[in-house]
């Protein structure tokens, strides 16, 4: 379940800045260059403990969508004191990446930020996030995107990001968390979000067995699928193979992973397709290199169980080339 914050929520914004190593301009029409930043940077606050709180990031890309999930936990809550940690109030990162390929120089792509307490029902934290420093943080006077939103007790919070178009994940994104008068504030190092990558997309299997080739000259003719090399002429000829009483499962399944890696779209950078993927070559690569139209077996339900439903991945990456096709 959804729902939209009311503006009763108003003050819990998010804001953002990254940093390069030369000066950016913003919309606030201020800029921190990476030398003034770093003369900014505190240490941690004195008993700081904020290396604690445990940090899981996770990532996935979908639909032309990147989404960032960052489940924060306290370990062991208390008083501040003993080796206790406070609840934590808020916490701000400044993503890894600078210059053209940083969210801060495509801050239109954020599509949503959420929040939850519970991992399954999310929060949209509105208004929409803006650009503006974050003065609540006496640990750090530098711009940041915050999180303004905490942990209670030993309970997991989530927060997340969408953002349009494929972000990598990177592990140097510096953070700042403040909870109470005893843990005070203190920064660390925290996973996070890297640099915008190439949109990944497929051409379909047509492209490159039923159009008039050759179409496999950027990998010089051949390809390796389930362990075996195949050429474009040993490919195309699996493809003619008559369909009459149902597509083999082979053909299915090794027309499907060839259009991925042709398309230079494997890994993919969705988990789930690129798990399909694996599946099918193992399962290829048991039967043997495929020889059209002689060996191009069906999945026996014991292998089924073995190595997974290879019709059914094969269906998967197709949804996914049709949802994520390249133009000419």
């Known amino acids: ?182 843990t005070g504030c203190c920064t660390r190092i925290v996973p996070g979000i890297g640099c915008k990558q190439d949109e990944y997309c497929s051409f379909s299997q047509g492209y490159y067995f039923a159009k008039p080739g050759p179409t496999w000259t950027e990998f010089s003719g051949v390809i390796t699928v389930g362990g075996f090399e195949y050429t474009e002429e040993e490919g195309r000829a699996i493809w003619d193979c008559s369909n009459a009483g149902g597509i083999k499962d082979s053909k299915k399944g090794f027309t499907q992973v060839s259009a991925l890696k042709l398309s230079g779209a494997y890994p993919s950078g969705n988990l789930l397709i690129d798990a399909d993927v694996v599946l099918i070559e193992n399962w290829l690569g048991s039967k043997g290199k495929l020889v059209a139209c002689s060996n191009l077996p069906n999945q026996k339900e014991n292998e089924k169980v073995t190595y997974g439903n290879a019709a059914a991945a094969a269906a998967r990456i197709g949804e996914w080339i049709n949802n994520n096709h390249c133009s000419e």
């Open 1 to 182: 379940m959804m729902k939209v914050v009311v503006p009763a929520f108003m003050s819990a914004v998010l804001v953002f800045v990254s940093f390069g190593c030369k000066k950016e301009k913003y919309a606030d029409n201020s800029s921190v260059a990476e030398s003034e930043f770093a003369t900014k940077r505190p240490s941690s606050s004195p008993g700081g403990t904020c290396a604690n709180y445990n940090v899981a990031l996770s990532r996935s890309f979908e639909n032309g969508q990147t989404s960032f999930v960052w489940t924060v936990t306290n370990p062991n809550p208390g008083n501040g004191t003993n080796g206790t940690l406070q609840n934590l109030s808020h916490w701000s990162f400044i993503p890894g990446c600078a210059g053209d390929l940083g969210l801060e120089q495509n801050w239109s792509d954020i599509i949503s930020a959420q929040i939850s307490f519970d991992g399954s029902t999310w929060t949209v934290i509105g208004p929409t996030p803006i650009l503006t420093p974050d003065p609540s943080q006496s640990c750090s006077n530098a711009n940041v995107f915050k999180f303004n939103y905490g942990t209670s007790g030993s309970n997991p919070s989530y927060y997340k990001l969408v953002i349009k178009g494929n972000y990598a994940e990177a592990e140097d994104n510096f953070a700042v968390f403040k909870s109470g008068a005893n």
